[in-house]
């Protein structure tokens, strides 16, 4: 282990002055035990608080739909390029009514969730595995980081070449970018569980199969989450690059081929579609995320 | 009577890049009698921790023997409570959760193992505070739940591996007397490792003495005081008891800082 912590336990009397040697951890401690006093709980935001913090965190974005309806009107950016944020507004409105919008909102998200939640049932496992067997995972780890730093957008051509440009190749595209950061994340978690953690399980004659179950999972939990949100992003990004190369439908198709017949409103309206739901993903995955993790707070 | 034997043990670590494995106790011979509370001190790096993984079945001894009632040891088990410094509970669970961890382990149907966990809890002063998590809870505190989850399967051995090194004097001083409380509660045998004197004189029936790297046991001094009543420290007796494991270990700890700067200079 590289950067191995100093445990309190690894100082000793005769290494430290006199004052350190005592240092209290928990002042608020009194004699007597009944009196320690937990760590406070917590609290709950106040409404004022959290309107201010919503009122400050959307001033940025506030500004920058004021300056895309502003600055097209008053000549500064061509509104033949970059029209209106209101004229985008219309042309998603009515993209919407006519139904071309879900029509093509529904392939992307299909093809992406096919995609992420393939790489969950694929990765997860695996990269339990992978982390589980610390000389597979020894073996394995040079391999993984150079297909992590492969960009999937640069193999998409070979998974073309091989699946053709139907619908497999869009899934499996989208499931091997997100495939990297669950397994990755996955056997990390797994390889750094706290020893001590493990340790303390074993002298309580806890035998492989109770360790797994009981300490490295739970123990991994959080950054494999962390890996799942990181996957959900790459699932949304990949997928609009290979919609764009080779497709009859889905939001990558609609931006490039309303950009291709100058339908500049409408390619705007897939644009902002597109970020919506990459930010209502990562919302809900952020939350899933916290859920699984709030024991991870110190 | 006894209730743990070493026997001429040893334990050595092959270390990367060295040839030459390295010698962490040699030829150690301690016995615990049973229901006792045995104090373990010794220098820096002299191989209590690895005496006392030993005892607990984590890791096998290079050599010699631990017997516990006459068996030899083969493995951890229940039989043995393990208490670390660094409390090493299970950030997940709840403390209530965390005290039915061992209790799981040896099979105790769910509703029982609450049970036992609550009590425990409230033995170690706790009552009340089973649904927090550790991060909610003071050092103290943490330590309390890590002492009732090894009560709670109920061993008959009691290891602990510096548990009160990482907590202020205040809290040390009312934990140590807790434990002494719970102990004689209990009446399980304890083997309690610490670096400091006071707490090994204060804490302990007999205090084992052990000598710098490569760790045997150098002396056990027995202390006895005619009460325990009022405090305990500023009795005559205290003094006496200390200077004398102070001077056993002076010797050592010296020898073990020249051995260091040994090992500092052969090394470059
Ligand atoms: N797993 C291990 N591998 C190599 N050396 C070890 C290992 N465990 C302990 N040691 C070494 O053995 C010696 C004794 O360690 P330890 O029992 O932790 O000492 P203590 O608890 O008395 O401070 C130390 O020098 C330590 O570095
Ligand atoms: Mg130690």
Not at chain 1, 129 to 145: H, K
Not at chain 2, 81 to 103: D, H, I, K, S
Request: hydrophobic fraction near 45%.
């Amino acid at each position: 282990m590289a950067d191995q912590k100093l445990l309190p336990g690894d100082v000793h009397w005769y290494d430290l002055p006199d004052e350190a040697a005592d240092a209290p951890d928990d002042a608020a401690n009194l004699p007597g035990g009944a009196a320690d006093v937990p760590e406070e709980r917590p609290r709950r935001r106040l409404p004022g608080r959290w309107l201010r913090r919503a009122a400050t965190n959307s001033t940025a974005i506030l500004l920058l739909l004021a300056a895309w309806e502003a600055l097209p009107r008053l000549g500064v950016l061509d509104p033949v390029f970059v029209p209106p944020l209101s004229e985008d507004l219309v042309a998603w409105y009515d993209l919407l009514v006519t139904g071309r919008l879900p029509e093509h909102l529904g392939a992307s998200v299909a093809r992406s969730l096919a995609g992420f939640g393939l790489a969950i049932v694929l990765a997860i496992p695996l990269g339990l595995l992978i982390g589980w067997y610390r000389p597979v995972a020894d073996f394995l780890t040079p391999l993984l980081e150079l297909f992590r730093n492969t960009s999937a957008v640069a193999l998409l051509p070979v998974f073309t070449l091989i699946l053709g440009i139907g619908e497999t190749t869009k899934v499996t595209f989208a499931l091997y970018a997100c495939a990297w950061p669950i397994l990755l994340n996955t056997i990390s978690g797994v390889k750094t569980v706290e020893p001590l953690l493990i340790k303390s399980a074993r002298s309580m004659g806890l035998g492989p199969a109770g360790l797994f179950q009981k300490v490295i999972l739970p123990a991994a939990v959080p950054t494999i989450f962390t890996g799942v949100r990181l996957a959900g992003a790459h699932s949304i990004l990949v997928l609009l690059f290979a919609e764009m190369v080779g497709a009859k439908a889905g939001l990558g198709y609609l931006i490039l081929d309303t950009q291709s017949s100058f339908r500049i409103p409408d390619m705007y309206a897939g644009i902002i579609t597109i970020s919506a739901l990459g930010v209502l993903f990562n919302l809900l995955l952020v939350g899933v995320e916290r859920r699984f993790s709030t024991w991870r707070t110190t | 009577m006894t209730k743990i034997s070493i026997r001429d043990v040893s334990k050595t670590f092959q270390v990367r890049d060295d040839p030459e494995p390295f010698t962490a106790l040699a030829g150690t011979d301690l016995d615990v009698r049973e229901g006792e509370f045995l104090t373990l001190v010794g220098p820096s790096g002299c191989g209590k921790s690895t005496l006392l993984d030993l005892i607990a079945g984590l890791t096998a001894p290079t050599s010699g023997e631990i017997r516990i009632d006459g068996t030899p040891v083969t493995g951890p088990g229940l039989d043995r409570g393990v208490v670390f410094q660094q409390y090493a509970l299970f950030p997940w669970r709840t403390a209530q959760a965390n005290v039915e961890f061992g209790l799981e382990a040896k099979g105790v149907p769910r509703k029982e193992r609450a049970r036992r966990a609550r009590e425990h809890l409230a033995l170690v002063g706790l009552a009340g505070f089973g649904e927090r998590y550790p991060h909610e809870l003071s050092g103290g505190m943490r330590q309390r739940v890590a002492i009732a989850r090894s009560l709670a399967f109920d061993p008959d051995v009691l290891l602990m591996d510096e548990p009160f090194a990482a907590l202020d004097a205040q809290t040390r001083e009312s934990l140590q007397e807790e434990l002494l409380r719970v102990w004689e509660h209990t009446g399980k045998t304890v083997v309690f490792i610490t670096h400091g004197i006071d707490e090994a004189v204060y804490l302990g029936e007999r205090v084992a003495v052990m000598t710098s790297r490569p760790g045997r046991v150098k002396e056990v001094v027995d202390v006895r005081f005619d009460t325990r009543e009022g405090d305990l420290r500023a009795h005559p007796a205290f003094g006496e008891y200390r200077h004398h494991v102070w001077s056993l270990l002076r010797e050592e700890v010296a020898a073990a800082q020249v051995q260091e700067r040994e090992v500092a200079t052969s090394h470059g």
